[in-house]
């Protein structure tokens, strides 16, 4: 075990950006939800205004400590971050005060409210941003929650960019809805009992895999949740429960609906990568179908957190998203219906994915197998200390996101 302490990587991913602010609001229930709000430095202002409105939401068992490095790049871009923990995780308040790292749930439908509350009555982006533009980055969970969110809640953001939302969690052997039978009956009697396998956070699990002779800037990123956890006990998080994965088998029953999707309006980037073990890519490709105005990034060599990985990946994805964003600042009519525009990392290898990627009469873009699904697609060459790189070994809750 050689995982580094946060003292010995780059500052920029391990302490707080210039500027961040922490505060607390109380939900709707009374519980104490973590935010923070990143301004962009004075030389990055346009017209002493930011360039736009971030809204920056984590997957399950994060905490905003995990993008700090995400946070200064949206700063230098000159935009403005807010950004929360959800209940139960990072710096909000625990669901049971005697067993606090143990996640629970009350339906993903209180965190869109929670996140309503937080963008009109804490952060009150319209209020005090008029007419710069708003984007919602969610990951994973926070993917899930934040379509739930586009749903209940139009309007209050321009568009949205979700890297591997959780919408079909990788069970294993076990089929998830018998996992989901099982769960249902252990939380019945008991909804902070850990799944099987699953249990606190130890610090053994979390770094047995590293080697010193294999640490680089993607290793850090993924260990990075767990570094912090490390120093900061009070922000560790253990595995699924059963009471929060009946919850999220729940919320992603209701994303599974074409119906249901097909009226979320909001212009929304999708990533998916191909070597996630945690949640099922096929199903993010699924619901870039159903979303009416959906952009589709699909990463061969990428796995569940495309922002954590290499430096070369990392610059392609900022790109994909600098255009997407620019694209819908200057469209000036409505996106057709049921437009999917798929973009990959490499060449497309496999006919079936590529014809997934684009079934349907109305599909706007066409990938053909072997050949460049658009002109953003990367044809270029990894350095050969990533080139032959397998993602990272999966980590000591390898089932949830």
Same mark, same amino acid.
Request: net charge neutral; proline share 8%.
């Given at each position: 075990m050689s995982a580094p302490r946060l003292r010995d990587i780059d500052p920029r991913m391990a302490t707080p950006p210039d500027g961040l602010e922490y505060g607390h609001f109380k939900n709707a229930d009374g519980a104490a939800i973590r935010y923070a709000v990143a301004p962009p430095p004075a030389d990055r202002l346009?017209?002493?205004?930011?360039?736009?409105?971030?809204?920056l939401v984590t997957g399950f068992r994060e905490s905003t400590e995990r993008y700090y490095e995400r946070i200064r790049e949206h700063q230098e871009r000159g935009e403005i971050v807010y950004t929360m923990d959800w209940r139960g995780q990072g710096g909000s308040q625990r669901y049971n005060k005697n067993l606090p790292q143990r996640p629970g749930a009350q339906g993903y439908e209180h965190d869109a409210a929670d996140l309503e509350q937080f963008i009109t009555e804490v952060a009150k982006i319209e209020e005090r941003h008029p007419g710069l533009p708003k984007?919602?980055?969610?990951?994973?969970?926070?993917?899930? @929650?934040?379509?739930?969110? #586009?749903?209940?809640?139009? $309007?209050? =953001?321009?568009?949205? /960019? @979700?890297?591997?939302?959780? #919408?079909?969690?990788?069970? $294993?052997? =076990?089929?998830?809805? /018998?996992?989901?039978?099982?769960?249902?009956v252990v939380?019945?009697?008991?909804?902070?009992?850990?799944?099987?396998?699953?249990?606190d956070w130890n610090e053994a699990k979390a770094f047995g895999d590293i080697r010193e002779d294999k640490i680089n800037e993607r290793v850090i990123r993924q260990s990075l949740q767990d570094l912090f956890y490390r120093d900061m006990p009070d922000k560790r998080m253990g595995g699924a429960t059963a009471g929060w994965f009946v919850e999220a088998c729940r919320s992603m029953s209701v994303l599974r609906d074409p119906k249901y999707l097909k009226q979320i309006k909001t212009p929304v980037m999708l990533?998916?990568?191909?070597?996630?073990?945690l949640v099922n890519p096929k199903a993010i490709i699924r619901a870039a179908h159903h979303l009416p105005n959906a952009t589709l990034q699909y990463y061969r060599r990428a796995g569940h957190s495309p922002w954590m990985e290499s430096n070369l990946i990392r610059k392609k994805l900022w790109g994909q998203v600098d255009t997407f964003l620019e694209q819908q600042r200057d469209s000036t009519t409505p996106a057709p219906a049921k437009s999917v525009k798929a973009t990959q990392d490499r060449p497309n290898p496999d006919p079936g994915m590529a014809r997934r990627?684009?079934?349907?009469?109305?599909?706007?873009?066409?990938?053909?197998?072997?050949?460049?699904?658009?002109?953003?697609?990367?044809?270029?060459?990894?350095?050969?200390?990533?080139?032959?790189?397998?993602?990272?070994?999966?980590?000591r809750h390898p089932r949830v996101p």
């Open positions: 346009v017209n002493g205004q930011p360039t736009g409105v971030v809204v984007t919602l980055h969610a990951h994973s969970m926070g993917g899930n @929650i934040a379509l739930r969110y #586009l749903h209940d809640y139009p $309007g209050r =953001v321009d568009n949205a /960019v @979700i890297t591997s939302p959780m #919408l079909e969690i990788k069970t $294993g052997i =076990v089929p998830q809805w /018998v996992a989901r039978q099982v769960a249902s939380s019945y009697f008991d909804k902070f009992r850990y799944m099987p396998g699953e249990g990533v998916a990568g191909r070597l996630d073990d990627l684009t079934s349907g009469p109305e599909a706007r873009e066409t990938i053909k197998p072997g050949t460049s699904a658009t002109a953003t697609d990367w044809q270029g060459t990894a350095p050969s200390n990533e080139r032959n790189a397998s993602p990272a070994p999966a980590k």
